[in-house]
């Protein structure tokens, strides 16, 4: 399963509602809405969703150079440097973003297997 390709963006307040962003890339995608009350919260999820295409790739190039640096700071295998937990960390919300299930240390990341 994919994603639809980035780039997104976002606009608003949409005609929908004057707390409602609308979120795109080649077309409509979402919307997100809140209460008045809920401050800058509309606008700030739609940022955050906008960003998600490149959030995702990122956080991929991350992954793969941590896994190639971490055994050179930590030659032993002890594996206690704090950079292996950000690995697992990493892994779990590439796997969230996915829908893929990955299992570490006997538990199942938050997602639909």
């Known amino acids: 399963m994919t994603h639809t390709p980035g780039p997104w963006n976002y606009a608003g307040p949409s005609d929908i509602g004057r707390d409602t962003y609308s979120i795109y890339g080649n077309g409509p995608l979402a919307h997100t809405a809140g209460p008045s009350d809920y401050g800058d919260a509309a606008e700030a999820n739609a940022r955050l969703i906008a960003a998600a295409p490149e959030l995702l790739m990122v956080l991929s ?3 793969a150079d941590l896994d190639d640096v971490m ?5 032993s295998g002890d594996r206690t440097h704090s950079g292996w937990q950000t690995i697992e960390d990493i892994k779990v919300a590439l796997a969230k973003a996915t829908g893929q299930c990955i299992r570490i240390e006997n538990l199942v990341a938050d997602c639909q297997c």
Do not use: G, K, T
Request: cysteine-free; hydrophobic content about 40%; proline content about 25%.
């Open 71 to 75: 055994p050179e700071f930590e030659p």
């Open 61 to 63: 190039y991350a992954l």
